[in-house]
């Protein structure tokens, strides 16, 4: 159980293009699902927490503009890089998470999304 | 605000033995939960283990367990009887209980050598 799919796996773009990524959750409904993006040997930084049916949280310094993030139903969450430039290329990851009791909020995660842009 | 340390970039271990990997976090929070990821080079991040603030016991989950001292502010990982498949980033994190902000390590890099 909690599986979190990802797609595409990866993508290359040209320069002010746009890329939608899609993560879901297949075997159960996820109240939250978050978006993180994680530079070459480094850890994963937060962009964002979407809760379905709402506007999502963007962490400080992630334009809001730029990745816009989409969270239409309890399994999708997409996130849009619009406008793409070569410093936007990274690996993009998502978790989502259940609610299953009180105390665990597991963040299960996606394979991730490596995108390149040229 | 949470701070998670991991202080072993990389550790090394052969094949069978045990290993620790370090992780010290601080926190102003009464209660929140402390995880262990697995990221091998394909860069999906496993979930491996979780303990939570008020677990008097520690986690365990196979061959992995979480030696948590609260006093001390450490929630170390121990993989017991390494495997080679074994090698990969590990990343200890954490979150206010409710609250589902994972804030992460830097990592440590483990090896597992025939």
């Known amino acids: 159980g909690a599986v979190v799919s990802q797609h595409p796996s990866r993508v290359i773009c040209k320069s002010g293009t746009s890329v939608k990524i899609e993560c879901r959750s297949l075997d159960f409904q996820a109240t939250t699902m978050f978006w993180y993006r994680q530079f070459p040997k480094q850890s994963l930084m937060l962009m964002a927490t979407s809760n379905e049916g709402s506007k999502a949280t963007y962490e400080q310094g992630v334009e809001k503009d730029k990745f816009l993030i989409n969270h239409a139903s309890l399994t999708l969450s997409t996130l849009t890089v619009t406008s793409a430039h070569p410093e936007d290329s990274s690996f993009y990851i998502c978790?989502?998470?259940?609610?299953?009791?009180?105390?665990?909020?597991?963040?299960?995660f996606g394979p991730g999304t490596r995108l390149t842009v040229l | 605000a949470q701070k998670i340390t991991q202080t072993q970039p990389g550790m090394f271990v052969q094949e069978k033995e045990a290993v620790t990997l370090d992780c010290t976090y601080d926190t102003s929070d009464q209660s929140y939960g402390l995880f262990w990821y697995k990221q091998p080079s394909s860069g999906e991040m496993i979930f491996l283990i979780y303990?939570?603030?008020?677990?008097?016991q520690n986690a365990t989950e196979g061959r992995y367990s979480l030696n948590f001292q609260k006093a001390r502010k450490s929630a170390n990982l121990v993989i017991s009887a390494s495997q080679l498949g074994d090698s990969a980033m590990y990343f200890c994190?954490?979150?206010?209980?409710?609250?589902?902000?994972?804030?992460f390590g830097t990592g440590t890099r483990l090896l597992v050598s025939p």
């Open positions: 994190a954490m979150s206010p209980i409710g609250f589902q902000k994972l804030v």
């Open positions: 978790s989502a998470s259940m609610r299953g009791g009180a105390e665990t909020d597991t963040q299960y």
């Open positions: 303990q939570g603030s008020y677990d008097e």
